[in-house]
């Protein structure tokens, strides 16, 4: 009897976790200091073609995202909807509320879960807008590193797959990178491999960066093989160089618990070679990933055996919990590196991921070209190359068919574009429907030409800042919350002086505004003009401090701001409150400082951001002995950014270079330099 191909099934899956909590309803002006970036030095060394895409229209913000930074790490039973593919062979578990994350791949004969399978889900700060959680198979488009979306809804329906049977679709649009893309996953009958097939699409008319890798987290008691002998090796001290695999600085670096610190190892596969990457235990079983050949780069993460390696492994989920590494796959060499797709084109590709079973004498011997060879042997033995290319071409026509039964819904954002350019986007309908109240005063601007009057004391919502938006914005009445906008995306543009302009503007008319109070503080300390910095942050937050006055005086339990629910007054508070105290800090003004943190709400400074915060205060007040029983207490800076070193060195600060406790060491360099 023959078997059939995929089926889907709604379910839930109840896990620890901790809530995400609010966005920061304060717009990101400025880059955040990601991990992926390149200490200038190191770019002259570079393969031309690797220096010229490292430095093809580098990301300068976040905008029109916003931070996610308001989780904690108190975390309770939270049951959520999922989405599970299952043919003979696989069951595949898939998160469609955060960012279609697959969450367990099971090899259903062995009863073998295939990937690092997180236990909880807890929110740390590796994506580039912030909250990101490990464990399973994540896709990465946008601006770099973790994408946005790691911890946001995306759309999902089932749809045509190429042998008859249905696929799960997956599909959003990518504010960061202004472009739509998809990923369609099904599971041929009787396979022991799941396809995925990847368009990202570029409607405009002009070309724009692209940029796509996914991330696979894996037990980290494995060898990693990919078709490679050289990799470039890039660590924390964010140096790019070229090394042999395996062997490097004496040790065998394709063992992820070999590296002392957390490190990527970017292979470099020749245009000649089929593209893939295992991990593979110590009885040569594990998964294998491969691809066709528009997936170029593959790559392993490990978090290394120093201290601070594994303190990060611990702090992302439970302890007692096993170890992971990540293997990777994107459309360039290396991370740090962004591709140009054209107008009015598209990049798609086909992937899949499955159970390899090798001869663990020869995948874990010496001789590495004979360990890649059997791994890539079994691999073709178990999916030939041949078969994988004739499935993405027979893929390809199904990708623009309509999805029959929407099974999740994304964001409204992609329905508000389609609307604004009447785009034709075959198979990811961005439907009407999914407006909600963020996209409302922007649907309003595009339909009317007027942005929509601030009411009482609203939030405004995150600000759209590609050109066509922003010519909307400029020829819109110069009421403050539109002028306080078009600063906003003419910051992002590049023209500060006009984004200054437009932010006076806005204050003329209504004084302690304190949004734009808030934007013209940055635009202060980002001109070295620090003190009128400081100054503009304190007016901001007692702006913001006599709104919720009014509100409560007004018998208000609470506001949403009807220009995007990015969260109310107490929010907004606590986030200017710590933008506030770093600023007078930074000048010397403890004393106003610390008026501000005692005008925080006390469930604001129980915090551990906020608890970071009185230590440096308490330090700057020269108490030094309560600074450091603020660490003897015990705090958590729950939204601690990787590769930050904020915690260690204040403790360093504080007790003139005594050894950083467990508990505060996340450190994932050498602490003198260099790689080892």
Known sequence: ?????????????????????????????????????????????????????????????????????????????????????????????????????????????????????????????????GAWFSGGIEWNVGLGGHGALACAPVHAALAPAPDGGVLLRLWEWERVSDLPFQVDLWLPADSDFLYAGVRIRNPHEHPAPAYWWTNIAVPEDRRVLAP?????????????????????????????????????????????????????DERGEGLVQTSTGVLRGRKAFVWGTGSGGRRWQEWLTEPGTGGYAEIQAGLARTQLERVRLEAESELSWLEAYGPLSADPAAVHGDDWPAARAEAEDRLESALPDEVLTAAYESWLPYADLEPDEVLATGSGWGALEVLRTAWKLPGTPFAEGTLGPE??????????????????????????????????????????????????????????????????????????????????????????????????????????????????AAGAEGVT???????????????????????????????????????????????????LLDARLLLAEGEREAARAVFDEGFEVADLREGAEAVGELWSRITDGEPVPWRYDFRMRPPTGGDR
């Open 1 to 129: 009897m023959p078997s059939t191909a995929t089926t889907v099934r709604r379910d839930r899956l109840t896990l620890p976790a901790a809530e995400l909590g609010p966005d920061n309803p304060l717009p990101p002006l400025c880059p955040v200091d990601a991990p992926q970036r390149l200490d200038s030095r190191s770019l002259a060394a570079l393969p031309r073609d690797m220096a010229r895409q490292i430095a093809y229209a580098p990301p300068e913000s976040l905008l029109p995202e916003r931070l996610r930074d308001g989780y904690e790490r108190d975390r309770r039973p939270v049951t959520l909807d999922t989405l599970v593919l299952e043919n003979t062979r696989l069951r595949v578990t898939v998160l469609p509320g955060l960012g279609g994350r697959v969450h367990s791949l099971l090899h259903k004969p062995t009863g073998r879960e295939l990937l690092y399978r997180n236990p909880v889900l807890q929110p740390a700060g590796f994506a580039v807008n």
């Open 228 to 280: 490679a002998d050289a990799a470039w090796h890039f660590g924390y001290e964010r140096t790019l160089r070229r090394i042999p695999v395996p062997h490097s600085g004496g040790i065998d670096h394709t063992y992820p618990l070999n590296s002392e610190y957390p490190a990527d190892f970017f292979y470099e596969v020749t245009k000649a070679r089929r593209r893939w990457i295992a991990a593979l």
């Open 439 to 552: 996209q409302e005063p922007w649907l309003t601007l595009l339909r009317s030409g007027a942005f929509p009057l601030r009411q009482g004391v609203d939030v405004p919502g995150p600000t759209l800042v590609a050109p066509h938006w922003r010519d909307l914005l400029e020829t819109a009445p110069a009421k403050p919350l539109a002028e306080y906008h078009l600063g906003v995306a003419q910051w992002h543009a590049g023209d500060r002086a006009q984004a200054v302009r437009s932010w006076e503007r806005s204050l003329a008319a209504a004084p302690a505004f304190w949004p734009s109070l808030r934007c013209l503080a940055v635009a202060d300390r980002e001109s070295g003009h620090h003190e009128r910095a400081a100054d503009r942050w304190a007016e901001a937050f007692e702006a913001v401090r006599q709104e919720r006055g009014a509100e409560d």
């Open 561 to 611: 701001g009807a220009h995007g629910g990015a969260g109310d007054l107490a929010v907004v508070g606590a986030a200017l409150g710590h933008e506030t105290i770093e600023a007078l800090l930074a000048v010397g003004r403890t004393g106003t400082a610390r008026a501000v943190w005692q005008r925080l709400d006390p469930a604001t400074r129980a915090r551990g951001r906020f608890r």
